[in-house]
């Protein structure tokens, strides 16, 4: 999947995830509150910011993955 244009991180929106891409891992919910677990890959773990792992990790957050909602991602081929 691709992350969507001007998606914010659910847990710090003032960073932004569009364009991130990676693999659908779970998905919990019905439609159309369905959220969907995506771990990034390695293009998106090599980009990914170093203050937005930082940032996690003093958070307790895991940075190789996200909870995010199916309006915020789009299938790639």
């Not at 992350?3 to 659908?24: D, H, I, Q, R």
């Not at 439609?31 to 990914?48: H, N, R, S, Y």
Request: charge should be negative; include cysteine; glycine fraction near 10%.
């Amino acid at each position: 999947i691709r992350v969507k244009a001007n998606v914010p991180s659910p847990e710090f929106p003032e960073v932004s995830l569009g364009g991130w891409t990676g693999t659908v891992m779970e998905v919990s919910g019905k439609p159309p509150a369905q959220k969907f677990i995506v771990e990034w890959d390695g293009a998106t773990l090599a980009a990914m910011p170093p203050d937005y792992v930082s940032r996690c990790e003093a958070q307790m957050l895991y940075h190789a993955m996200a909870c995010l909602g199916g309006d915020d991602i789009e299938l790639v081929t």
